[in-house]
């Protein structure tokens, strides 16, 4: 039995915890423009996770995950702007509005059985449905959108403009807490239920779990979880619309992450962020103010899923998985105990 | 209130559009029976032809229409390379990973599109696209009149293509069993290049319609992708045929509903019928997979 020091001390717990300090330091010497793509990867890196828990873990193809995102984003705002909510209170009710919209839609697909592209098609649809209703709801400001009123910053109201600091850590902990429940989840008998839908759906059935109702807790879970996001980004735009929170390229580009990533990894969703928001941001900054033209960045984002699909379907998790543990063996391990 | 002749215009227009849906979810709808590939690039390959024959009109003069005779055939092309490098590879892979491709390459085409031709809304102006003709009371655009008998015709021809001819017959074969109709000597791999590409072809054929009455810019494809899916969902999946009747039920739910309703509620009529269909009969209206 390692003691607890040696197990502080192996390369396999103290490299992560480097990464996370990394992390936490990263705003010292980025420039603001690398900070918010740096925000950027952890808002869809947790985008990520949550859509992961229904399409990775549950193996339900949902590509409708915007209109939860828009729904938490226009919960908080809607709030914060008629009664001034904090955005923080806000969260939580918006929340609650998805995970209500992703049971309704969790119902309707899984009492009818759908599952593959029908159930792809339907997630659209009922997303879709969504975003027309916010396009037509004047109260929500319609088509236009809404504008947030601009306040000096503060935490209650969760408005920051000098700096972008406190916004990326807001990111990183909110990526942090997702990734705790992940976790927890996995590792829970609710996750095993979730797995064993994924793999075989009919022997999980004949083994008593009722799949009808973990599928649907999955939708739920994912959708709230996805909402939290929605006003972390309208708080960090301040502006909101339908066609910015609600589109089907929002729900494509939050799964193309996982799918580039790995999908039902636990790291998956982060290592495709990392991978696929610089690309975005970075030739929409340079190339784009370059040469004056967009669609570099999806051109290059679109090989590279292409290139996924084709050379490593399972996400580029697993090379980063080998350069990792090489990382890990190579680093000195004080852990003398440990043989493996 | 409703006008009878205002109305009747309305449908008729909306039965028109409704056989462009048919045509480019016909190809689709080809593709998804034959090699259960779900074909996200389908409606950017039509963009595709769209500005092909954008420039060949604004450059060269070239009637539009005239283009059926280049577009179809370099969209087969380019349908037979996607298959080759592409698609091939992805035969049998999870429905996300083709899903993941596909749209992969949709992204890349509309977004060289984007890079080469701008984000622009172009239009042929001649004198054919703005024409009209009137039946009885009834004013009809010309091209949209045009397009939608020629894309009768052509679902008609894949049709006859599909169930007269020896090579219909082994696509049809490999879609029933891909390994029987190996072991009876039909070339799969073959068969799946071609279905591929005459997939393409018509997503090409609907692209140079298309282009005489409507805009052409690089994401139009995403006016038609939802669309195509719903078309062949609500038809049924792999009926070639069915796809008229899911293309016209889109056109008329649209039309009829943005002229009875308001017109930004139109997207949501077509899917809230499609949701229906789908609680209520998931293999489409016209059940059964086959092609």
């Known amino acids: ?340 | 209130m409703i006008d009878i002749s205002t109305f009747l215009q309305v449908v008729v227009s909306a039965l028109l559009l409704g056989g462009i849906y048919a045509l480019i979810a016909a190809g689709f709808n080809l593709i998804y029976g034959v090699m259960d590939v779900i074909n996200c690039a389908q409606a950017d390959m039509m963009m595709i032809a769209m500005y092909l024959c954008f420039w060949f009109f604004e450059l060269y003069g070239v009637h539009p229409l005239l283009m059926l005779f280049l577009a179809t055939p370099l969209l087969f092309i380019m349908g037979i390379l996607t298959q080759r490098f592409i698609i091939d590879r992805l035969l049998g892979a999870p429905l996300f990973i083709q899903a993941i491709a596909t749209i992969g390459l949709g992204y890349v085409l509309q977004n060289l599109a984007l890079l080469f031709w701008k984000e622009d809304y172009r239009m042929i102006y001649m004198e054919y696209t703005t024409a009209k003709t009137m039946v009885g009371f009834i004013s009809l655009s010309l091209p949209r009149l045009v397009a939608f008998v020629g894309c009768l015709v052509m679902i008609a021809m894949l049709y006859m293509l599909l169930t007269k001819t020896d090579f219909g017959r082994s696509i049809r074969a490999t879609s029933e069993s891909r390994e029987a109709a190996a072991l009876m000597g039909i070339n799969v791999k073959h068969v799946y290049a071609l279905v591929f590409a005459i997939g393409a072809a018509c997503a090409g054929i609907a692209g140079v319609f298309t282009s005489t009455f409507y805009y052409t810019y690089p994401t139009v494809g995403a006016v038609f992708l939802l669309k195509m899916f719903v078309v062949v969902v609500l038809g049924g999946c792999g009926n070639v045929l069915a796809s008229i009747a899911g293309g016209l039920i889109v056109g008329l739910a649209e039309g009829v509903g943005s002229f009875l309703l308001l017109p930004s509620w139109k997207d949501a009529i077509y899917q809230v019928i499609f949701l229906i269909v789908l609680a209520i009969k998931p293999t489409g209206i016209f059940g059964e997979k086959k092609v």
């Open chain 1, 1 to 340: 039995m390692p003691s607890r020091i040696s197990r502080l001390s192996s390369s396999r717990f103290y490299f992560p915890c480097i990464l996370f300090i990394i992390a936490l330091l990263l705003p010292v010497w980025l420039p603001p423009f690398l900070l918010h793509v740096a925000i950027m990867i952890a808002l869809f890196a947790y985008l990520g996770i949550a859509w992961n828990i229904l399409c990775g873990y549950t193996g339900k193809l949902g590509w409708g995950h915007a209109a939860f995102f828009g729904i938490g984003a226009y919960a908080s705002t809607a709030l914060y702007m008629t009664y001034r909510v904090s955005p923080w209170i806000g969260m939580l009710l918006g929340a609650v509005f998805a995970a209500a919209y992703g049971a309704v839609c969790g119902i309707f697909c899984f009492r009818f059985g759908l599952g593959g592209h029908y159930l792809v098609i339907a997630t659209i649809a009922l997303a879709e449905v969504m975003r027309v209703i916010f396009i037509n709801w004047d109260g929500m400001g319609g088509a236009w959108g809404l504008l947030m009123p601009v306040v000096p910053d503060s935490w209650y109201e969760l408005q920051f403009h000098t700096t972008r600091i406190p916004y990326y850590y807001i990111a990183l902990a909110m990526l942090l807490v997702i990734l705790y429940i992940e976790i927890k989840i996995v590792n829970s008998k609710l996750g095993y239920y979730f797995v064993g839908i994924r793999d075989d759906e009919g022997m999980a059935e004949s083994l008593g779990i009722d799949t009808f109702k973990y599928k649907v807790i999955a939708m739920v879970i994912s959708a709230a979880l996805t909402a939290f996001g929605g006003t972390f980004y309208a708080q960090y735009v301040l502006y909101i619309s339908p066609e910015t929170v609600m589109p089907v390229g929002l729900s494509t580009d939050i799964l193309m992450g996982v799918v580039v990533g790995g999908m039902g990894r636990i790291a998956g969703p982060i290592i495709g962020a990392a991978i696929i928001q610089p690309i975005h941001e970075l030739t929409r900054a340079y190339i784009i103010a370059y040469i004056g033209r967009g669609g570099l960045d999806y051109v290059v984002a679109g090989t590279i899923m292409v290139l996924v699909a084709l050379l490593r379907p399972r996400g580029v998790i697993e090379w980063i998985e080998k350069v990792y543990n090489k990382v890990i063996g190579f680093l000195p391990s004080f852990a003398t105990e440990e043989t493996t």
